[in-house]
């Protein structure tokens, strides 16, 4: 077994979900035409003095309780001095000695506790695109986006557990209401703190990854950096202080620019913003403001609802799935109802035929959804005729005892029509009736199927079961 160890830090900038900039009245939106979303506060003209969106406040504060941090009553913004070209006053607003928010953390299934060193607010840059031959290009929507930073301890040891943990952080920043966390949008960004090290020495040297777009390039450029750094000590050499951004293509890091320190920056407080003061009672407001987070949701379903692990994980994957489910269970039972939508109404989000890929995008309502698994509970319909109703429901809405009627679906339960169907299904069939009549009870199936077919789907199938083995034990007698 390798003797190496690994140990990673996280940072992650999360996009706040506000209708304004963090500074300025700039809408906060995705897919303006360039540079159409500025002014002169988010282009750093001369005399435009930024003024702190109170709303972003009020994110930034619900994320730090959702993650049970310690809320600072006084915080201060300061400027982080460097050049470049999609950072127009030529520094960005951040926090450094005095963030809003200290401590906290994440458990992983294995119960290990990813602890946080910090959160703080900051504005975004702009976004460069230099993929035009000699020419730069700057688009400045960007400029003055609110973020969170959350910055790990470097508690993490895996690509593994790197990925576990921002798919917590991504699901509570969601439930929360905190952001979209939209990485296709940029509304989370992750970057990598990763070195190695012998067991019983010091840490290595920290090498930082950058240009990391989704989970599963996070988790491919933790394993291609970590064999590099321990070839390089193993070769008699070492890895160098330095920021390296990810090739999806080709699955490596390159090296990107020497590593900063803070002290390169030339933090300073910034003159144009007073203090943030968050006073304990807007604290509590907003603690019990909270929703019931995925971690406590899941432990609440299997706990006093009875499903699965797995079901309740499924069902907590995004608070607009836990909140459907639980508006359903208002009108129908809760296996029941976590089978159905963890099987049918989330598989139909895929299928191009289908309205909208999110559930609020469905005419299915929660109400519609349990009106429909109530005719099946009480033996109105059968499974495969719901699945029937519900497909129009999902595309295109409708009431489940009006659709059953309209599509002739309603299951039958007359013991005279059922017994009609089995007698005929028993005469040809007689061979398997009389493996039945052996002893055989699970070879019935291959008579419940017939019966169902010539009922058109519409038998009781439960009925039918207990009508075949009946007819069969009267013959047999």
């Not at 005419?363 to 109105?380: F, I, S």
Request: aromatic letters at 6%; charged letters at 25%; a negative charge.
């Amino acid at each position: 077994m390798s003797d190496w160890k690994t140990v990673i830090g996280l940072e992650v900038h999360c996009q706040l979900a506000t209708r304004t900039k963090l500074f300025c009245g700039c809408p906060n939106e995705f897919g303006a035409a360039p540079n159409a979303n500025t002014c002169p506060v988010c282009t750093g003209q001369p005399g435009a003095l930024p003024v702190l969106n109170g709303r972003a406040l009020e994110l930034a504060v619900r994320a730090g309780l959702a993650l049970g941090a310690e809320l600072a009553p006084r915080s201060s913004f300061a400027r982080k001095n460097y050049f470049y070209c999609d950072l127009p006053k030529g520094y960005q607003i951040s926090q450094y000695e005095q963030p809003y928010c200290t401590g906290g953390g994440i458990v992983l299934a294995s119960g290990k506790k990813i602890r946080l060193e910090r959160i703080h607010m900051e504005e975004d840059a702009g976004k460069a695109i230099h993929d035009r031959g000699d020419t730069t290009l700057v688009d400045l929507n960007r400029a003055g986006i609110p973020l969170i930073e959350s910055v790990t301890e470097a508690d993490l040891s895996s690509a593994e557990e790197a990925h576990e943990y921002l798919t917590a952080l991504k699901e509570i920043f969601q439930y929360a209401g905190v952001s979209d966390c939209d990485m296709e949008k940029g509304s989370l960004r992750c970057d990598v703190n990763v070195s190695v090290h012998r067991e019983g020495t010091p840490w290595g040297t920290k090498v930082e990854l950058k240009n990391l777009n989704s989970f599963r390039h996070v988790v491919e450029s933790i394993e291609h950096e970590v064999p590099r750094q321990i070839a390089l000590y193993e070769s008699g050499a070492a890895p160098v202080q330095e920021t390296r951004l990810y090739d999806p293509d080709r699955k490596l890091t390159r090296s990107m620019r020497s590593k900063e320190d803070a002290h390169d920056y030339r933090y300073f407080p910034d003159p144009d913003l007073p203090p943030v003061l968050v006073e304990s009672r807007d604290i509590e407001r907003a603690r019990a403001g909270l929703p019931e987070l995925p971690a406590q949701r899941r432990l609440r379903y299997g706990q006093e609802l009875g499903l699965s692990e797995y079901d309740a994980g499924v069902l907590t994957s995004s608070r607009e799935v836990a909140d459907f489910f639980e508006a359903t269970l208002q009108h129908a039972e809760p296996k029941l109802a976590a089978n159905w939508i963890g099987n049918e109404v989330l598989r139909a989000l895929s299928d191009p035929d289908v309205p909208g890929e999110r559930l609020e995008e469905l005419p299915l309502t929660p109400e519609g959804l349990g009106e429909l698994l109530g005719l099946v509970a009480h033996g109105t319909l059968s499974a495969g005729a719901a699945k029937k109703v519900l497909r129009v429901m999902i595309v295109k809405g409708g009431d489940a005892a009006s659709l059953v009627d309209e599509l002739g679906l309603k299951q039958v339960s007359d013991t005279a029509r059922i017994e009609a169907w089995c007698r005929e299904v028993l005469a040809a069939k007689a061979e398997v009736a009389e493996q039945v009549a052996a002893g055989n009870e699970k070879a019935v199936g291959a008579l419940v199927g017939p019966v169902m077919q010539a009922s058109k789907g519409k038998a009781n199938p439960k009925l039918v079961r207990e009508t075949l083995l009946a007819l069969i034990r009267a013959t047999s007698t």
